[in-house]
């Protein structure tokens, strides 16, 4: 099972990054702040299954915020549109305390 992480240099996604590499039918693809935007495309067309562990808590400035907890997840929800696969198990651990009409529709 190919499985992606995103915030893998997190503190959760470091320690499930390290636990999910030890058992061998797993294949792990970590997403981090570094990685480049056409990475997540290519990810997401191998996988079978995302942790969507990337956010920032305490951002320096708003639009740090918006980028990584709302945009992010806006792409991955675009590219699953895109390249979905029968079943896709998605999770995002945080989300915004306010919602805002823009939501994204997922059927």
Known sequence: ???LITGAN??????LTLQLKERKEFKI????KESAEKELSQFISEVDFIFH????????????FKKVNTDLTESICSLL??????H????RLRFRRH?????????
């Open 29 to 32: 693809f970590s997403y981090v």
């Open 53 to 64: 562990l990337a956010g920032v808590n305490r951002p320096k400035e708003t639009l740090e």
């Open 10 to 15: 997190g503190f959760i996604g470091k320690n």
């Open 88 to 91: 896709l198990f998605f999770f």
């Open 99 to 107: 919602w805002t009409t823009n939501m994204v529709k997922v059927n």
């Open 1 to 3: 099972m190919n499985i």
């Open 81 to 86: 549109k895109e390249k979905i696969k029968k």
